[in-house]
């Protein structure tokens, strides 16, 4: 029987335990399943009513979860890590939280009695408090170096790839977060041509990013991933995420941007 997952969120750490609920259509019905590991004293199984399902989808929208970015990250040994799926794209993070989490969390713990998994007040992120650019900065770990397929075999390259296909996808959405965070990269063409470069992959790959700043690797980004979408059939994107172009680009940004803190 072939489920439809409708929402998944999981939190916990290695002292505290893991806890996880998911959110299938299954067979007509909406099922979710509630478990916790270690201990399973609790795990149980119902059903979700319709109207269930408009609460939750409210709550996610007064969460701003859509806004979200991918990852959120505060190099914190142990503490709590946490992921939600919805709508095909997850959002994790491991003691840093995006504004609207802890209401989120609020309502799942009420409306399905998971209990509720409280943000440290210090690591909520909220406007201004933190630079949004670091979210598109995280990227430099996952990113392809260009190198890595020649020592791959079939299968593997296949499983890179696929890996390589997620990340780009993430980086396409995380990009669009930035821009609602910082609507001066809505105006991307304009960061380009004010430093000079042509719109041009070709030309843009030529450079030494190194003697950029900071929004304009970002505008450049944005630019390829927009000509894609204009195009219909580029995955010029695609190509930069695993041919070693961002992880040179992403790189640099992550020097200036620390020189910048």
Request: charged share 35%; glycine share 8%; with cysteine.
């Amino acid at each position: 029987m072939n489920n439809d997952k409708i929402f998944e969120f999981s939190y916990g750490g290695l002292f505290s335990g893991y806890r996880e609920l998911c959110i299938v259509e299954e067979g007509g019905r909406i099922i979710a399943r509630y478990t916790e590991f270690p201990q399973a004293g609790r795990d149980r199984t119902f059903e979700v009513s319709g109207e269930d399902l408009e609460e939750l989808e409210r709550a996610l929208e007064g969460a701003g979860v859509r806004g979200w970015f991918a990852n959120y990250w505060n190099p914190v040994l142990d503490g709590t890590q946490w992921s939600l799926t919805f709508e095909g794209r997850t959002h994790e993070g491991s003691n840093c939280y995006p504004e609207g989490f802890g209401a989120l969390s609020s309502f799942l713990a009420d409306r399905f009695d998971m209990p509720g998994c409280e943000p440290e007040e210090c690591f909520v992120e909220r406007p201004g408090e933190i630079d949004p650019r670091e979210h598109i900065a995280l990227y430099l770990n996952r990113v392809g170096d260009g190198r890595e397929q020649q020592r791959m075999d079939a299968d593997e390259l296949e499983e890179h790839m696929e890996d390589m296909r997620m990340t780009a996808s993430e980086m396409r959405a995380d990009i669009d977060a930035l821009a609602d965070a910082a609507p001066r990269f809505r105006r991307y063409s304009e960061i380009i041509e004010d430093a000079g470069i042509e719109p041009s992959l070709q030309r843009m790959r030529e450079l030494d990013v190194r003697d950029l700043d900071a929004d304009v690797i970002i505008a450049m980004m944005a630019f390829i991933y927009r000509a894609d979408r204009w195009d219909g059939y580029s995955e010029d994107f695609l190509e930069c995420v695993t041919d070693g172009t961002f992880d040179r680009w992403l790189e640099a940004l992550s020097e200036k941007l620390a020189r910048e803190w």
